[in-house]
């Protein structure tokens, strides 16, 4: 009898763990064709959305390369470049530098902002070889809807009002939002990511003037 | 086979069997169809009636866009996921049934992501943590559960497809009036689930204040509210023809369902 009950158990549970194993199987076949079926096309447009957010920061025009092949990892802590700590990265990021005719012709830098009004603002600043704000980006925010996202180009072109500025213009005392002495509007009701992007973008600028020619020649070393 | 042509036949020759089970079969179908159609779409609604996958629906209507695509890819998952628990329902125990119930929504759900990933990346960017979420969408799991465990192919393919339509068709009233109050215009980004309709934003005046508490969290517990008041009034409305005094009773059971 005893035997007779565990045998039956022992039965029931090979059943089960067979019919779920099959189950187990019949859902890996399915995620393998779906995953074989889109994958080339899913990195394709993963590639098509970094290359449209790319030519948003660095025009086209601008170079004849690549973006996409002439990239380098940014470390937080890149011991090859001068005070890497001004991009504040929180983890490794591509730079992506440009070309036009065999010469450097700018170079796109991520840079982060801590301090903006909540979570980290991931930014992409594209610098010209002259050291002119080419275009800049927010990629990826969590400001206040309505208040603080206008620093998204998709909400609010405020975003535009960066182009075209360097260091020396305006010079550095000016580098501020229009509230704080400075040039630059600022959006209402969201002064703290206002100056948070700002701050960013000087950073970045900063960085490129410090490390000119290490980026510069960083298309040689790749 | 020898079967199948005196079927064929006898639709010239009618056989005494089937003419005479067909109506008594197809009657009770059709009222049941019917059924499955009202309980999906209002009697039964997941969202507004039985209150489920509210974390999808609040976080996800504040614009027609991401509303039409989570529900799309929710009512898909329905599908697949009925579909599948039906045909195998009668190979399930008890034991691992939810087990492989999860394991089926899951699949869908991941197939439903990586589907949107190479055909809308813009709305699969949109959406974010939202996509993988649909599996814990309890709507799927219930209808799994209490419907599709227990019927044929047919009926759990309606009854997904109806309650995929129901929860979907709130979703998207929800977005419709968060983005119109929220921002005063409709149909934005629209060219990221369908890549032709880049220009259908509608923008009521061009001086137009936002309402921001429309498109935050909040406004999306005040929209939905308002929506199932809505509800109630047309059910009302519907219920009782006959006098006021039975207003009560049918308010009650309206409310008390699910």
Known sequence: MYNDATNSMRATIIKTSVVLGFFALLAALLLGVVNLATVDRIQEQQRLAERRALAEVFPQTLHDNDLLLDTFTMAPDAPLFIQPELLQLSFPRQAYSGQLDGFFSGIILPVEAHDGYSGNIFILVGILANGQVSAVRVLAHKE?????????????????????????????????????????????????????????VQRALTFFQLNQHQLANSINRL | MALSTSNSKSNSNPNPISPDTRPETEAPARA????????????????????????????????????????LATIGVLLGSN?????????????????????????????????????????????????????????????????????????????????????????????????????????????????FAGNWTVRLTSSYKPFLLAILPPGAFLFMGGLIALKNIIDRKLDSPAPRQQDSTTSKRVRVTG
């Not at chain 1, 998204?152 to 535009?160: A, C, E, M, N």
């Not at chain 1, 260091?167 to 703290?192: C, H, M, Y």
């Open chain 1, 144 to 200: 206040t809807p309505g208040l603080g996202d206008k620093i998204d180009f998709t909400i609010s072109d405020w975003i535009l009002g960066f182009d075209g500025k360097s260091l020396v213009n305006p010079r550095q005392s000016r580098w501020k939002i229009i509230k704080d002495g400075g040039e630059f509007d600022q959006l209402v009701g969201a002064t703290i990511t206002t100056r948070a992007v700002l701050d960013a």
């Open chain 2, 32 to 71: 049941e169809s019917r059924e499955i159609i009202s309980q999906g779409l209002w009697t039964n609604n997941a969202a507004l009636v039985q209150l489920l996958g509210l974390c999808p629906l609040l976080a996800v209507s504040n614009s027609v866009v991401n509303a039409a695509g989570l529900g």
């Open chain 2, 83 to 195: 579909g599948i628990v039906s045909v195998s329902r009668h190979r399930l125990s008890p034991a691992i049934r939810l087990p492989v119930f999860v394991l089926i929504i899951a699949t869908f759900t991941t197939c439903a992501e990586l589907l949107l990933h190479a055909f809308a990346i813009e709305l699969y960017q949109a959406l974010g943590i939202f996509i993988p979420l649909i599996v814990t969408n309890c709507t799927i799991l219930g209808r799994a559960e209490s419907f599709a465990s227990k019927n044929a192919l047919g009926p759990s393919l309606l009854d997904g497809l109806m309650t995929g339509l129901g929860f979907a068709g709130v979703l998207l009233v929800l977005g419709m009036f968060r983005e119109l109050a929220g921002t005063g215009a409709l149909f934005t980004n629209m060219d990221r689930l369908l890549p």
